[in-house]
């Protein structure tokens, strides 16, 4: 088999688990969903009538057989396509091998998993012992924050060390690789003595190349220490599956999120400020239009305190809050405390017009709030809690890796050897989010092993509902004589009934209030589309841009079914990522609000162009 | 557990019988009301619907309030007003109804206060002006306690992208002037209480062309002292479609105003970095940073009103210097801050409705 292609849309139905069959010349089939039949013609596997741009066969595209009337009329076929592929010849026979194909595949899975879970109960009992693999002396003070690259892989990481030099305070430490967390503790002032503190994760780090980091905070005086090399003092052990314990200090809902962008704020949602309560007084959530509503507090003359209790810190330092008055109340001012294994507290201030807060949050696995307000009018005053958002810190100062000599050559950890149907297989705990949970599988023929390829299962999405997983900002730009302004977004886990994108990237623009995206077709960048449609060139290479000036005349550039559905997706979400991207770019509540405003002009003009309108 | 008061249908009443500054400015926020996913009915005299006109933006005639309210079926209502007097139709209604409402009075004379109260129909309205002195008007005109009315800043329209160069050369040579000719502007409705009446003698103590854009019900004097100036320095220009290229081009506004709230004028010439030249009524709305954003009339006569555009072209470095506070003024001024101090009132005026019910 020599170059043989497949169109894009078919390609994509096959990747999301449909199984699919040659037809010999002459055959037909009745529609029968998710069966995808396929036609040979010109070296390119398509549905019948179907046209468009077609790709190299991957590798890991499975067929399940050839349907054609005898054997000898699907000899023609066979040097086109992979060896093996057994031919049917009747209805029958073919419901037959698709019916075995999926009970092969859901075997497999649980065979899979009967195995992981077989491995960790023989382990259970003789789990395997920690290795050192990083030994850094203390030498010296270090300030904190401080972000310390390990020099070494995450994999099989299972506790670490840091020296505390001087206790004052709590410390706040996170492990990265990869883009995830891999552990966050927080450990309160009161337990710290100088010396080693030790910190375990609860299973050892799964593979992955990418390095660990470690970030750290400190409260107060907390102060850990420097090795004569540089880096901070630190132990790190590696053990083998098998391995595990109950960490302390653990932070279990950071395990497994994303890696946080410093200064990232995390709004509190609605439906969590519908539980604060204000005593006395009234306390209503109103919006206007499509706004995320606010909190309007009505103050009975005197004193009044707003509780919100149950927030989940996950990877945020910082607790944020904008309270702001539509109407001046006279001698206005707040006290806020934010209650967790201890408690952090800000005195009286006088409120003007508008006020922004911000305190380090204590350790916890759940805080509660307490805003205390006072005011001087005779009668009721109205603020409003405009915000109110959990924020990360800033990223420590970097500090520089261990030496490669200082590094303990450690032999591998150690894995045990167990004949599974899956190669690559994952140790994963329960509870443990190391990233994308259960691969799917590709329905196959016999012949050829399951696949199993580690392709992320994004979140649920109710049928027809668009959904995304995270926005990224990579740069926020406006040029000097503001006439031309973008976000640069890095947006992965995009799905929608039409199919599912992985990772995009694109820049919002407005360029003297034409609005738009850009696509580029270069180093750096994802690629997104099935087929690049055709735009412009310029010294960065190739691009396309979807505008709201020529709509309909950019838009007939996407070639395939799939790219389509891509766009159709990517602006029904676009105002939501807006504002996020927004966000994430700590631009102004103001300035978010209008880069949602110019992402709604543009789904408005493609939804135009796409009625016909 | 609190459940979400979500504002959808917005009905905005617009007691106005002519378009000015007032009206633009209600059309334009509408208009951004609209863009945030409220549904914006805007009732007004049909003979403005045509300048009203806006994207996204329903008109209907004026009508009781009952029938507005019945026709519209508001979650909320917004009241501009050009005058204090101007909503006594239709406020009281409103408030029987204990809509959510929100007022916002552009203009109020210096008057003492009435020896009776109006019965406006404000309580549990949120009530905004324009400016601090309109708001301390408002508080005086209507009978309510200090500090009730707050303050809505008008916006102002974006920097200016017009090459000054080019836009000065332009507007002197439709005038037939020297391309280095000097050039004041005036821009408005030319009626007394913009101080019209002052621009003959104002031209008549100046070496230099004064151009009269606007139209109102001075025209006929004006263009008669247009005709019989034997210089023809006074020039008039009708009501301009576009003034921008104008702002950008002169070397100076001209603002000889009695009474003003928050002069858009003021504003769009400071997006220009046109100077300002004012009485401080004109002004009133800077309060102490008048002097520094404009040069101000010592006197509020023709005499201060040229004694002060002829210092402005005197010294044209203090000039821009002067412009160029301006517009980092009114950059600060923005429709996006504008619609987010607006919505901020509008979903104030939710609790404060429950409290007056």
């Not at chain 1, 599956?241 to 704020?265: E, I, Q, Y």
């Not at chain 1, 509870?431 to 696949?451: F, N, S």
């Not at chain 2, 019209?196 to 263009?223: F, N």
Request: charged share 15%; with cysteine; glycine share 8%.
């Amino acid at each position: 088999m020599t170059g043989l292609s497949i169109g894009a849309a078919e390609l994509a139905e096959i990747e999301r688990g449909a199984p699919a069959i040659v037809l010999a010349p002459g055959m037909s089939l009745p529609p029968a969903p998710p069966l995808l039949p396929l036609l040979l013609r010109d070296g390119a596997l398509a549905r019948p009538g179907a046209s468009g741009p077609a790709l190299p066969m991957p590798r890991w595209c499975r067929l399940l057989a050839i349907y054609a009337p005898t054997e000898q009329a699907a000899e023609p076929l066979r040097p086109m396509l992979p060896a093996g592929l057994p031919v049917v010849t009747t209805l029958p026979a073919l419901l037959t091998l698709m019916a075995e194909a999926l009970a092969r595949a859901e075997t497999a899975a649980q065979a899979a998993e009967a195995a992981r879970d077989a491995l960790k109960r023989a382990l259970a009992g003789a789990p395997p012992a920690p290795k050192p693999v990083l030994d850094l002396a203390p030498a010296g003070p270090a300030t904190l924050p401080a972000r310390q690259p390990l020099g070494r892989p995450a994999e099989g990481l299972c506790s670490l060390a840091v020296h505390v030099a001087a206790p004052g305070g709590g410390l706040g430490l996170r492990l990265l690789a990869g883009g995830r967390v891999l552990g966050q503790w927080r450990v309160p002032g009161a337990v710290l003595d100088a010396g080693w503190l030790v910190l375990d994760l609860p299973e050892p780090a799964p593979p992955s190349p990418a390095e660990a980091v470690l970030d750290i905070s400190g409260e107060g005086e907390a102060a850990l220490s420097a090795s004569v090399e540089g880096p901070l003092a630190l132990r790190a052990w590696i053990a083998g599956p098998g391995w595990s314990a109950l960490p302390r200090w653990f932070d279990w809902s950071a395990a497994g999120a994303p890696a946080p962008t410093p200064g990232l704020p995390l709004p509190v949602g609605a439906a969590q400020l519908a539980t604060a309560k204000l005593e006395p007084g009234s306390a209503e959530l109103v919006a206007v239009g499509e706004e995320a509503p606010r909190l309007l507090l009505t103050l009975p003359p005197g004193e009044a305190r707003l509780r919100l209790s149950g927030l989940l810190p996950g990877p945020a330092d910082l607790l944020r809050l904008v309270l702001s008055c539509p109407e001046a109340v006279p001698g206005l001012a707040a006290a806020l405390t934010v209650t967790g294994m201890t408690a952090h507290h800000l005195p009286w201030r006088p409120v003007e017009r508008r006020m922004e807060l911000a305190l380090p949050l204590p350790a916890g696995p759940t805080l509660d709030l307490a805003l205390a307000l006072r005011h001087a009018a005779d009668g009721a005053a109205t603020v409003e809690l405009s915000w109110l958002a959990l924020a990360v810190g800033a990223e420590g100062a970097p500090r520089p890796a261990p030496p490669a000599q200082t590094l303990v050559a450690a032999a591998a950890a150690p894995r045990v050897a167990v004949g599974m149907p899956m190669a690559a297989a994952t140790l994963v705990a329960p509870g443990w989010r190391t990233g994308p949970p259960a691969p799917r599988l590709t329905v196959a023929g016999p012949g050829a092993a399951i696949e199993a390829a580690p392709r992320p299962e994004m979140p649920l999405a109710p049928l027809g509902a668009t959904s995304f997983q995270d926005v990224a900002v990579n740069q926020h730009l406006v040029n000097t004589e503001g006439t031309y302004r973008h976000l640069d977004i890095g947006l992965s886990g995009l799905v929608s009934g039409g199919g599912l994108w992985r990772q995009l990237r694109f820049k919002l623009f407005d360029r003297r209030g034409v609005i738009g995206l850009e696509f580029r077709e270069m180093k750096g960048w994802p690629q997104m589309f099935d087929a690049w449609p055709t735009g412009g060139i310029d010294n960065f290479g190739p691009f396309w841009r979807l505008e709201t000036e020529d709509t309909p005349a950019r838009l007939t550039a996407l070639r395939t079914p799939h790219d389509r559905a891509l766009i159709a997706a990517l602006v029904e979400v676009l105002p939501d990522v807006a504002r996020a991207a927004a966000q994430a770019a700590s631009l102004s509540m103001a300035d978010a609000d209008a880069w949602m405003m110019r992402a709604r002009a543009l789904a408005e003009a493609v939804s135009t162009a796409r009625s016909g309108g | 557990m609190t459940t979400v008061t979500r504002l959808r249908r917005l009905l905005v009443t617009l007691p106005s019988d002519r378009m000015g500054g007032t009206e633009k400015h209600t059309a334009e926020l509408c208009m951004r009301l609209a863009q945030k996913g409220l549904t914006v009915m805007l009732a007004a005299d049909p003979a403005l619907h045509a300048a009203l006109a806006r994207p996204g933006l329903a008109l209907a005639p004026l009508a009781t309030t009952a029938a507005m309210l019945a026709d519209h079926a508001p979650d909320a209502a917004f009241i501009p007003l050009p005058w204090p007097d101007a909503g006594h139709a239709i406020l009281p209604g409103l408030a029987e109804m204990r809509l959510p409402r929100l007022v916002l009075l552009h203009l109020a004379p210096d008057a003492p206060p009435p020896a009776t109260a109006p019965a406006m129909g404000l309580e549990g309205a949120v009530v905004a002006a324009v400016s601090v002195p309109v708001a301390r008007r408002a508080e005086t005109a209507w009978g309510l306690p200090p500090g009730r009315v707050t303050v809505l800043d008008n916006p102002a329209p974006p920097p200016s992208m017009l090459d000054r160069a080019v836009a000065r050369a332009a507007i002197r040579s439709g005038l037939g002037l020297p391309p280095d000719a000097s050039l004041l502007l005036f821009l408005g409705r030319l009626e007394e209480v913009k101080g019209a009446t002052l621009l003959p003698e104002i031209s008549a103590r100046l070496p230099v062309t004064l151009a009269v854009a606007g139209d109102g019900p001075l025209r006929g004097m004006l263009d008669s002292a247009a005709a019989s100036d034997p210089r023809r320095l006074l020039r008039m220009l009708g009501s301009l479609a576009d003034p921008a290229p104008w702002l950008r081009g002169a070397d100076a506004l001209l603002m000889p105003s009695r009474l003003e709230g928050a002069p858009l004028v003021f504003l769009e010439a400071a997006a220009q970095q046109c100077p300002v030249v004012a009485t401080p009524a004109a002004l009133e709305a800077l309060g102490g940073a008048a002097g520094s954003l404009a040069r101000l009339a010592e006197t509020a006569d023709a005499a201060g009103m040229a004694a002060a555009a002829q210092a402005v072209l005197d010294d044209p470095a203090a000039a821009a210097a002067m412009a160029a506070r301006a517009a980092a003024h009114a950059a600060r001024l923005t429709w996006e801050g504008a619609v987010t101090q607006a919505l901020a009132l509008l979903r104030a005026a939710v609790p404060a409705a429950r409290r007056a019910a």
